[in-house]
C-alpha cells in the first residue's frame, strides 16, 4: 500500500495551505469581514476568489476541459482538507457545497447543451447553483420514495408541483436541480430537471432560520405550482434521477467529510494554542494529562477520519462506488468535528464560548453534519444491509490479480 503523494500534488497542497494563510485567515479575525449569515461577505469573497483563481487555485475538482485541475478525488482529499482550515476557504476556491457537488455530478452525467447553459457559469463563478430533493413531512427526507413533488409530462414539457425544503444557497442560487416523482415505479420513478431561477411557476416561500451560519443564499422552502421544464432539461433520462443522485451524493458526502477534516485540524489548532500559553493550579494546561488525554484521542480520530476518507477517494478514482467507505466515512468524520469543536470550547474555557476563536461558529456548524446528506441512522443502516449481502466478505483486502 503506497500512502505518498506525487511531487505536483504536494506544490499544489502547499500553495492552498499558503494562500489560506497569507489571503484567508486574516479575514476571518476581523468581524467586517462577514455578512449578516455568519458568512463571509459577498464582496469581499469576490475579491478574494479573483485572487485564487488567478493563481490556478479554482475549482480543482473538476478536469481541465471544464475549467479544473483533474486532481482526482484523492487529490480532492489532499487539498480540500487545507481550504478548510479556514471557515472561508471552500467558497473562495470555488470548492463549497452544494455548487462543488452540483458542478461534478453536471461534468459526469451533463449534455454537451446542459453543460454551456447550465455548468460553465457555475464553473466560472458567475452564478451559484442549489440541488432540490428534501421535502417537509409527509415527504421524501431520508426515504426518497416518500417523495410528493410531481413531474408531469405535458408535450415537449414537464409541469412540476410540490414544495421542497432545506435548499441550501437558494437565496442566491440562479441555476438549480431538483429531483421529482414522474412516476410511481419504486426505481425509476425519480427524474432530476434542471431549471434557472427565472422561470415562473414557482417560489421561495421562506428562509428557514436556523441554528449555525449560514452558507450564501441559506436554507429556503420552495413550492413549485406549474413551473414548465422542457424536456431537453432532463439529466441523464426521465426515470433515472436516483442514479443522478447516487452519483451525485456519493461523492459529494465525501468532500463534506474532507472540509469537515480540515475543521477538525483547526479545532486543534486552537485549542493547543491556548493550552500552550495557560497556566493554572501552577501548571501549564498543555501539561496536564486529562488534556493530553484530549488532544490525543482527537489526533488519533482526525487520522482514522483521513484514512477513512482516502480510502473511499481511492475507490472512487478507480471506478468505483465507494458506498460502504462513503458511509463509513460520512458517520465517522461527522461525529469527529462535533466533538473536535466542543473540545477546543471546553479547553478554551470562557473564551472557547466567546466569538474571539472560530470554534463556537465550527460547534454550532457542525451540528447538521450529522443530519445533512443522510443522517448517521441511515448510514449505518446501509452498512448493516451490506453486512447482511456479504457476511464475513464486509471486510476483504481485495487483490490487485482478482481486480486485474
Ligand atoms: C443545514 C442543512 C442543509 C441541507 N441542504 C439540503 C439541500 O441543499 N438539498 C436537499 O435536498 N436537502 C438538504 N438538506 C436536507 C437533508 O439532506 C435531510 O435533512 C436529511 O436527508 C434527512 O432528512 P429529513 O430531515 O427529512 O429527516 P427524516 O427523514 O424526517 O428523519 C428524521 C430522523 O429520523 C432518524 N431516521 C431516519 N431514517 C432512519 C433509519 N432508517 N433508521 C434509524 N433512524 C432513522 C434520523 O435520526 C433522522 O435524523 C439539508 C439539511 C440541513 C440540516
Not at 96 to 123: F, I, R, S, Y
Request: glycine content about 10%.
Amino acid at each position: 500500500m503506497d500512502f505518498t503523494i506525487s511531487a505536483e500534488l504536494e506544490a499544489l497542497r502547499a500553495q492552498i495551505a499558503h494562500f489560506v494563510e497569507t489571503d484567508v485567515l486574516p479575514l476571518e479575525s476581523d468581524p467586517a469581514s462577514y455578512d449578516e449569515h455568519e458568512n463571509i461577505r459577498l464582496d469581499l469573497l469576490a475579491r478574494t476568489r479573483d485572487k485564487a483563481r488567478a493563481q490556478g487555485l479554482w475549482c480543482l475538482q473538476l478536469k481541465p476541459e471544464t475549467g479544473g485541475r483533474g486532481v482526482g478525488r484523492v487529490g480532492m482529499a489532499v487539498c480540500y482538507e487545507e481550504m478548510n482550515r479556514s471557515i472561508f476557504g471552500p467558497a473562495v476556491f470555488n470548492s463549497a457545497a452544494p455548487d462543488d457537488g452540483n458542478m461534478m455530478v453536471m461534468e459526469a452525467l451533463g449534455t454537451a447543451e446542459q453543460k454551456e447553459w447550465w455548468l460553465k457559469p457555475v464553473v466560472e463563478g458567475r452564478v451559484r447553483s442549489a440541488f432540490a430533493m428534501t421535502e417537509p413531512a409527509p415527504g421524501g427526507g431520508s426515504d426518497p420514495g416518500m417523495m410528493l413533488t410531481t413531474a408531469t409530462r405535458d408535450g415537449d414539457d414537464y409541469v412540476v408541483r410540490g414544495r421542497k425544503w432545506f435548499i441550501t444557497g437558494a437565496g442566491e442560487a440562479e441555476h438549480f436541480m431538483l429531483l421529482a416523482r414522474t412516476s410511481d415505479d419504486e426505481r425509476r420513478g425519480h427524474t432530476c430537471f434542471l431549471f434557472h431561477k427565472n422561470d415562473p411557476g414557482w417560489r421561495i416561500t421562506r428562509r428557514i432560520p436556523i441554528m449555525g451560519p449560514e452558507e450564501h443564499g441559506g436554507h429556503c422552502e420552495l413550492e413549485f405550482d406549474g413551473l414548465r421544464i422542457p424536456a431537453r432539461n432532463v439529466v441523464l433520462e426521465e426515470g433515472r434521477g436516483l442514479k443522478v443522485v447516487q452519483t451525485r451524493l456519493g461523492v459529494a458526502r465525501l468532500t463534506h467529510c474532507m472540509r469537515w477534516l480540515g475543521l477538525s485540524k483547526r479545532c486543534i489548532e486552537i485549542a493547543t494554542e491556548y493550552a500552550d500559553r495557560r497556566d493554572g493550579f501552577g501548571i501549564r494546561l498543555s501539561k496536564r494529562e486529562s488534556v493530553q488525554m484530549l488532544i490525543g484521542a482527537l489526533c488519533a480520530d482526525i487520522e482514522i477520519g483521513r484514512l477513512l476518507v482516502m480510502k473511499a477517494a481511492w475507490e472512487l478514482d478507480r471506478g468505483g462506488f465507494a458506498q460502504k467507505e462513503v458511509s463509513m466515512a460520512k458517520v465517522h468524520v461527522a461525529n469527529l468535528l462535533h466533538r473536535a469543536a466542543d473540545t477546543a470550547i471546553q479547553i478554551n474555557g470562557a473564551r472557547g464560548y466567546s466569538k474571539d476563536t472560530v470554534a463556537e461558529w465550527i460547534y454550532r456548524y457542525a451540528r447538521q453534519a450529522r443530519l445533512v446528506d443522510g443522517a448517521d441512522e441511515v448510514h449505518r443502516m446501509v452498512l448493516s444491509r451490506h453486512l447482511s449481502n456479504e457476511g464475513r466478505n464486509f471486510w476483504h483486502w481485495e487483490s490487485a490479480e482478482a481486480k486485474a
